[in-house]
C-alpha cells in the first residue's frame, strides 16, 4: 500500500505499544526547521548558534534569560513558543497526550499552525494502515481548512490553502478566483473530485491536497467523514461510537450537542435555546450528525443511552475549520473513561 502524508513527520515518529506516537529527536528537528525558526539571511549570531545547539542536542534545556541574546524580537517570541512546545511534548509522553493536555488541562496558547500540525500526525497514526482514500481526504478536514461551493443541492470541500495558491495563479489559472467566488460549481472546473471509481488517484498526490470532496448527503465523501470521526473518539478514548448524518434533529429529547467548528457550535447552541436562527446561518449548516456510543455505561450517568448531535458548518467566507479538539473536551463521557 503506498504510504501517505509524509509531511506529517509520522515516519519521524516511534509507535509505543498502545498504538502511541513517542516523541524522537528528530521530530524535535523538524520542528526546528520550520520557516517560523531557522534562521534567515539577517538572523543575528547568537540565534544562528542556538539553532545549531539545537539541531545538535534537540532537547537542549534553553534558559529563559538566553533568548534575550536575539536581536530579532520575532525570533524570540518564536523560540519561546517552539520550546514551550518541545517541552510540553517531552514531558506529555506521547504526542497524543501532549494534545490532549493541550486542551484538557490548563490553558495554554498555542499557534493554530502547531495545533493543525499535531493534528495532522495523530490523524497519519490513527490512520496507519487504511487503504481507502475516500477516508484519507475526509481526514484532512481535521487539520487543513476548507473551502466550501454549495450548489444545487451539493456540497464540495476543497483545500482552502490550494484555492488560494490557485487563485494567485499557482495552480489551475482561473480556478481559484472561481472557487473564491463560489460561483462555478467545481464539478465544471478542471479538479479532480474523489468518487469510488477515481479514488484511487488520491495516491499519487497526497501531500498536494489538490482533489475535492463531495461532503453532500448520502454520498461516500460524508460517510468517510463520519469514519474518521468515530477513528478519533476510539484512538483518543478507546471507545467504540457510530456517527451517522442525519438530515434534521428531530428529538424531543435533545440534551447534549456539539458543533465541529466555531460556526456550528455556535448555531447548535441558538437552536438548542430556541433563538431564532435568520436563513443566511442556517444554510452556512453543511451537515449534521448523530453519535452514540456502542456502550451507554462509557457516557455520564445522567444522560447515558442518549444521542450526541455534531454539526459542521462554514463560516461567512464559505471556510470550514473544523475542530476535533472539541471532541476530547464537550463529549458527554464519564469522569473514568
Not at 98 to 127: K, T, W
Not at 253 to 273: F, I, K, P, Q, T
Not at 284 to 292: I, N
Not at 293 to 319: K, W
Request: net charge negative; hydrophobic share 45%.
Amino acid at each position: 500500500m503506498p504510504d501517505f502524508w509524509r509531511g506529517s513527520g509520522f515516519h519521524l515518529l516511534r509507535r509505543d505499544a498502545d498504538g502511541r506516537l513517542q516523541v524522537t529527536d528528530d521530530f524535535i528537528r523538524a520542528f526546528l526547521d520550520r520557516p517560523e525558526v531557522r534562521p534567515v539571511d539577517d538572523s543575528c549570531d547568537a540565534e544562528r548558534a542556538l539553532h545549531a545547539a539545537l539541531m545538535d542536542a534537540p532537547r537542549l534545556p534553553v534558559p529563559a534569560g538566553h533568548l534575550s541574546a536575539l536581536a530579532d524580537p520575532d525570533a524570540r517570541e518564536n523560540y519561546e513558543v517552539m520550546l514551550a512546545l518541545r517541552d510540553r511534548l517531552v514531558a506529555a509522553g506521547s504526542v497524543e497526550a501532549c494534545y490532549m493536555e493541550f486542551f484538557r488541562g490548563a490553558p495554554v496558547s498555542l499557534p493554530p499552525v502547531f495545533v493543525d500540525q499535531l493534528a495532522h500526525v495523530i490523524c497519519r497514526n490513527m490512520l496507519e494502515g487504511c487503504d481507502d482514500p475516500m477516508r484519507l481526504r475526509a481526514a484532512e478536514l481535521l487539520f487543513r481548512s476548507q473551502k466550501a461551493t454549495v450548489r444545487d443541492g451539493a456540497i464540495m470541500l476543497a483545500d482552502e490553502e490550494t484555492v488560494e495558491m490557485h487563485a494567485s495563479g499557482g495552480g489551475f489559472g482561473n480556478l481559484g478566483r472561481l472557487l473564491q467566488d463560489a460561483q462555478t460549481p467545481l464539478r465544471s472546473i478542471d479538479l479532480d473530485i474523489l468518487t469510488d471509481d477515481n479514488k484511487a488517484l488520491y495516491w499519487a498526490q497526497t501531500d498536494r491536497y489538490a482533489t475535492v470532496l463531495d461532503f453532500s448527503f448520502t454520498r461516500p465523501g460524508l460517510d468517510a467523514f463520519c469514519r474518521v470521526l468515530e477513528l478519533w473518539i476510539e484512538h483518543f478514548f478507546g471507545v467504540g461510537s457510530s456517527v451517522q448524518p442525519v438530515q434534521a434533529i428531530r428529538d424531543e429529547r435533545w440534551v447534549w450537542h456539539l458543533g465541529l467548528d466555531s460556526e456550528s457550535s455556535a448555531l447548535l447552541n441558538d437552536l438548542y435555546h430556541g433563538i431564532e436562527v435568520g436563513e443566511d446561518r442556517i444554510g452556512r449548516l453543511l451537515s449534521l450528525f448523530r453519535l452514540e456510543f456502542a456502550d451507554p455505561n462509557v457516557m455520564r450517568q445522567d444522560i447515558a443511552g442518549r444521542p450526541v448531535y455534531l454539526g459542521i458548518a462554514m463560516d461567512e467566507d464559505s471556510v470550514v475549520r473544523v475542530k476535533p479538539q472539541n471532541l476530547l473536551v464537550n463529549l458527554p463521557l464519564a469522569e473514568s473513561v
